[in-house]
């Protein structure tokens, strides 16, 4: 009979294996190689760290975009994978074969199954921790820098955003892509804001004040204003502390930046507030700047004090200013008046004896002189008939003058007599004709331009010289006589 053929023997119940895929996995998370460990791959660990490493120092430094922190997701969920799969994670190898009951072909396990290892679980939870509860913290401050910064936006406060800008760092940039980026562009506007700050802050310093940094400083201003209505607040801040920074310490200063801001300020959204303040600021700034440069700009010093009449006549620092302008006038007019005595005084010093001083060609007023009643008169030229007239006539005094006498040489005037001389022939003798002319001294006007003649003897028993034309010779009534009428009218 036929020998029945051997049952085969059962195949063996496969070997427990000594690795957790789970634990595997938690330690890759880790992304220390940890798994790796766990499977005795040192190389492989050693590899893959370095590799993270790698990955991980180049987007912290310059690769911080989507497409990279993608990459590194990407490796992350690799390493997991791969230890799970190394270590048993999904069988490998599985046969098929047919079922004893003829139900069709059954699976049949390629290889041990692995094993369950709740230390080993432990262990690598532990190591990968630390990771996964760092990661959660920087999304979560990532959560908080992102509303600081939204909160910052919304009330225009650019150091709120900075400062949580500031605290952004290359690990928040490995579980966020760009925090705070609706942030960025803010700061960006802050900055310009500063130096603009700036400028306006010089244009307004006594020292360097300079109306060009104010007009640069306020359009970039308006410029800031068209590029988003969230920067209105910040440039709004910016125009207040520029505005609350007046008046400076140099009241000139002030004047001249108030008369920008009422004239050429281009920033038409703060012209209101700008009109405000140079309606209060200005008068008291224009009475300081004057009182400030009265000293050593007395004609500049009334110009600042009439710009405040003109400007605000009902103000109440008008009546000061009406005061100092009237002060400086009567400075003035005394100064012109004692240049005026001084220039005429100079005038009226002959340059030799019996010569005409300057007075008698290019008169002036000596406002000064005295008016009305019988006055004394100050004579040149002709010192010989000048001499003969009475002292309460004459004065050297300019202040005890009321007219100026210029006399010139004598000429002959109308023939008198005519007698004959022995070796001479006949003689005529004629009045003494002097050119004067009379100028009242306190206006400098011409009074008279006339010839006066003077009378006197004449046909004398001896006569010197030769000639047929003499002098008569006057006595000193003669001369008081013909001078009378040009002294005491």
Known sequence: MPQAKPTPAPAPAPA????????VALANAALLGGGYLMLGRRNLAVVT?????????????????LWFALVLLGWWLALVAHG????????????????????????????????????????AFGAALPVLLTAVFLRLDVER????????????????VEAALDRVSPAHRMVAISPGSDGE??????????????KLT???TPGSSSVEMLEAGFEELVSIRAQSPDYQGMVQTTVDQFFDGLPTRDPCVTVRVLDWLATDLPDKQSAGRAADVVRRLAPEALLDCGDDTVAQDRAGARTTYQTLIDRYPNHQLAGQAREKVAQIDQAIALENLQRNLDQVRASLVPQSSGSLPAYCSSPAPYLTARTG????????????????????????????????????????????????????GNVTFHREAVPVRVYDLRTGQLISDTRVEISGSSCPYFIYGYGT?????????????AFRPLISP
């Open 202 to 204: 010089t244009g307004r």
């Open 49 to 65: 760290t370095l590799v993270t490493a790698e990955l991980l120092i180049i987007f912290a430094s310059s690769a911080q975009v």
């Open 16 to 23: 427990e294996r000594s690795h957790d895929p789970v634990a």
């Open 145 to 160: 820098i992102d509303n600081d910064v939204d909160k910052g936006r919304q009330a225009s406060d650019c150091g709120r």
């Open 373 to 424: 009643g019988p006055g004394r008169a100050m004579l040149f030229g002709a010192s010989d008939y000048v001499d003969k007239l009475p002292g309460e006539w004459r004065t050297t005094d300019v202040n005890d003058a009321t007219r100026v006498i210029c006399a010139g040489d004598a000429e002959y005037g109308a023939a008198v007599r005519t007698c004959p001389y022995e070796n001479v």
């Open 185 to 198: 562009d803010m700061v960006t506007a802050c900055a310009t804001l500063h130096l603009t700050a700036a």
């Open 469 to 481: 034309k003499k002098f008569v010779t006057p006595s000193d009534g003669d001369v008081q006589a």
């Open 84 to 123: 799970w799969y190394l270590a048993g994670g999904w069988p490998r190898g599985r046969r098929h074969e047919a079922s004893p009951d003829g139900s069709g072909p059954q699976p049949r396990p390629g290889g041990p199954r692995p094993r369950r290892s709740w230390r080993l679980r432990s262990v």
